[in-house]
């Protein structure tokens, strides 16, 4: 069992935890997950890695409030346990030095966002980034992703911090005005669906992160089977991360609303 030793209400409905797995501190990679579980019949919950300190041996994770599951989860305080937590957990993002990359995160996007920002940063790239929420309130780990990013740009829906509009709204800016040579997306399915349309006009490689639904996380289930190019791929053991031009988005989004009554269910 892993102890909780951080506890940060990013907002009303997104929380932070620090919690000790020394183990997966120490090997985990920018892209890496996590699937942890609250409670013996608890449900398995699948979250990004978004930091961690090896020398104190601990793990940073970002959860949103959606369902019982992660409400149950967002209840724990610190001193209290994690049930079962294993990980790392799928493909390690791609880190290489390419040139300027323009990292994208919209709400808790900007969680499993923030390592691989600093992975490219330290590789030598350029890194711009572009993070998107619907007001200031949502606007989460600013400071951070200050400190590795060459700039940072901040899209809200009602203009309440940085600009008023949509992430690709300022993804265009970026694009318009200097070469690009990669692009890395993560948030919610629709809005990479467009962010990777608009990256493809303009021929500009990208990887997004899915969040597919996921159950046993080793490839054995099937439930966080995507269509990427025609093919079925696997999320948890192919992924996250695939070329956002072959992904099929219409279809995942699909996948992730069969659920919603079921979310809603409470947890014993």
């Excluded at 919690?19 to 997966?24: N, R």
């Amino acid at each position: 069992m892993n102890k909780i030793i951080g506890k940060e209400f990013f907002s009303e409905k997104v929380v932070a935890f620090e919690i000790e797995a020394p183990l997966i501190a120490k090997s985990r990679k920018p892209g890496n997950f996590i699937i942890l579980r609250v409670g013996e019949k608890g449900e398995r919950i699948p979250l990004t890695i978004a930091g961690a300190d090896i020398d104190k041996g601990t793990i940073r994770i970002v959860a949103q409030i959606v369902g019982a599951s992660s409400k149950k989860l967002a209840d724990l305080e610190i001193g209290d346990y994690i049930t079962d937590l294993v990980g790392p957990l799928g493909r390690p993002t791609d880190i290489h030095n390419v040139g300027t990359v323009l990292a994208c995160g919209g709400g808790v996007g900007v969680a499993p966002l923030l390592p691989i920002v600093e992975g490219f940063k330290r590789a030598g790239n350029r890194v711009v980034s572009v993070i998107a929420a619907r007001s200031e309130e949502l606007v989460i780990l600013r400071e951070e992703m200050e400190k590795w990013s060459d700039e940072l740009i901040i899209m809200t829906d009602d203009g309440s911090l940085g600009q008023k509009g949509l992430i690709t709204e300022g993804m265009k800016r970026v694009l318009d005005r200097e070469k690009v040579d990669e692009t890395i997306v993560i948030g919610p399915a629709i809005m990479m669906k467009f962010a990777a349309k608009l990256t493809k006009e303009y021929d500009i490689p990208t990887q997004a992160s899915l969040n597919a639904m996921m159950v046993d996380g080793t490839g054995m289930c099937g439930a966080c089977r995507v269509t990427v190019g025609g093919k079925t791929k696997f999320t948890c053991v192919d992924g996250p991360e695939f070329d956002a031009h072959q992904v099929d988005f219409d279809e995942m989004m699909m996948r992730l609303k069969s659920y919603v009554k079921e979310e809603k269910v409470p947890v014993d």
